[in-house]
T-cell receptor, first 111, second 114 residues
Framework: SQELEQSPQSLIVQEGKNLTINCTSS?????LYWYKQKYGEGLIFLMM?????EEKSHEKITAKLDEKKQQSSLHITASQPSHAGIYLC???????????FGAGTTVTVRA | DADVTQTPRNRITKTGKRIMLECSQT?????MYWYRQDPGLGLRLIYY???????NKGEISDGYSVSRQAQAKFSLSLESAIPNQTALYFC?????????????FGPGTRLTVL
C-alpha cells in the first residue's frame, strides 16, 4: 500500500544487537497492527496499537505509536535467530475496519 | 488444530483454468478477508465479508469472485486464471469489535499459474 511506508526494506543484524523498524502513514491511523511472517508462511499477530503514545511490549519486542507523526516503530532488543523473518505493519487508515499493509521489512539475524 | 485453515496449500495450474481456494475458520468470527501477497507489494485486499450476507470488493477484485457459504467458510475463485495471478493468497478473519478487531491469518496458499 502506498499509504503505509515501512523502513528499512531489509536489514541484517548481528545476534544480540538491537534493531528498529518504522511504519509511517500518510493518513490518519485508526489502529496500527504489527505482524511477523516467516518466508512463505502465514502472518502471526504481534501487537496492536490504538492510542497516540501507546507502547506495548512482548518478550523482547516493543512497539510504539506516535500519533502526531502518524508513525509506529517496532524495536527488538538483543536480537536472536528466532526474530528473523518479515515484519509487516497494517493499519486501518480510513476508518472502515479494513487494513492496509506496508510492503514489509525483512530481518536477517546473523550468528 | 489451526483456527484458520486454507486449502490447498500449494497449487499449480494452467492459464484459463478455474481455480477455487478455500478458507475455514473455527474462531467464530463474522468477518473474513482474502488477500494476495506479491514480493515488494505487501498484502492487497481482494474481497471481504463482514457477515454471511455481506460481501464487498477490495482494491484488486478484478478476475476474482468469492462465496461465503457459511460463517466459517469463505472461498475465493479465479474464473479464468492468468499468470499475473501467481501469488501467495491469504485468508484472514476478525471479530466484530469496531476499530480494535485484530485480523488472524491462515497459513496461505501458494498459487502458480503457468
Amino acid at each position: 500500500s502506498q499509504e503505509l511506508e515501512q523502513s528499512p526494506q531489509s536489514l541484517i543484524v548481528q545476534e544480540g544487537k538491537n534493531l528498529t523498524i518504522n511504519c509511517t502513514s500518510s493518513k490518519t491511523l485508526y489502529g496500527l497492527y504489527w505482524y511477523k511472517q516467516k518466508y512463505g508462511e502465514g502472518l502471526i499477530f504481534l501487537m496492536m496499537l490504538q492510542k497516540g503514545g501507546e507502547e506495548k511490549s512482548h518478550e523482547k519486542i516493543t512497539a510504539k505509536l506516535d500519533e502526531k507523526k502518524q508513525q509506529s516503530s517496532l524495536h527488538i532488543t538483543a536480537s536472536q535467530p528466532s526474530h528473523a523473518g518479515i515484519y509487516l505493519c497494517g493499519a486501518d487508515i480510513i476508518g472502515d475496519y479494513k487494513l492496509s499493509f506496508g510492503a514489509g521489512t525483512t530481518v536477517t539475524v546473523r550468528a | 488444530d489451526a483456527d484458520v485453515t486454507q486449502t490447498p496449500r500449494n497449487r499449480i495450474t494452467k492459464t484459463g483454468k478455474r481455480i477455487m481456494l478455500e478458507c475455514s475458520q473455527t474462531k467464530g468470527h463474522d468477518r473474513m478477508y482474502w488477500y494476495r501477497q506479491d514480493p515488494g507489494l505487501g498484502l492487497r485486499l481482494i474481497y471481504y465479508s463482514f457477515d454471511v450476507k455481506d460481501i464487498n470488493k477490495g482494491e484488486i477484485s478484478d478476475g476474482y469472485s468469492v462465496s461465503r457459504q457459511a460463517q466459517a467458510k469463505f472461498s475465493l475463485s479465479l474464473e479464468s486464471a492468468i499468470p499475473n495471478q501467481t501469488a501467495l493468497y491469504f485468508c484472514a478473519t476478525s471479530d466484530d469489535r469496531g476499530r480494535t478487531d485484530t485480523q488472524y491469518f491462515g497459513p496461505g496458499t501458494r498459487l502458480t499459474v503457468l
